[in-house]
């Protein structure tokens, strides 16, 4: 069974960082691509980063240069480093893993900038 658990989430302030870490129980880890989303109450979820088998990372317009995805093939592992983060980065932060036709969701992990 395939199973992704984020990590890494809390309350931060303003300007502060949080990294978030993705841990995935998939058979051929290196194969998926791997991205980030987030969803904040009331809103629909959205693509804020994403990291493809070969290390090609793209993102949202509006967390470049201040986010970076990157992936440990070694450790399955995918991780969102989050830096000078602003109350409108509040949101539930989604792992997901894609190839082909398949994806799978982790269960997101809660993330709250706010003084």
């Known amino acids: 069974q395939v199973q992704l658990v984020e990590s890494g989430g809390g309350l931060v302030q303003p300007g502060g960082s949080l990294r978030l870490s993705c841990a995935a129980s998939l058979s051929i880890f290196s194969i998926y691509t791997m991205y980030w989303y987030r969803q904040a109450p009331g809103k629909q979820r959205e693509l804020v980063a994403t990291i493809t088998s070969g290390g090609s990372a793209n993102y949202k317009d509006s967390v470049k240069g201040r986010f970076t995805i990157s992936r440990d093939n070694a450790k399955n592992m995918v991780y969102l480093q989050m830096s000078s983060l602003k109350p409108e980065d509040t949101a539930v932060y989604y792992c997901?893993?894609?190839?082909?036709?398949?994806?799978?969701w982790g269960q997101g992990t809660q993330v709250t900038v706010s003084s």
């Open positions: 997901n893993a894609g190839y082909g036709s398949s994806s799978y």
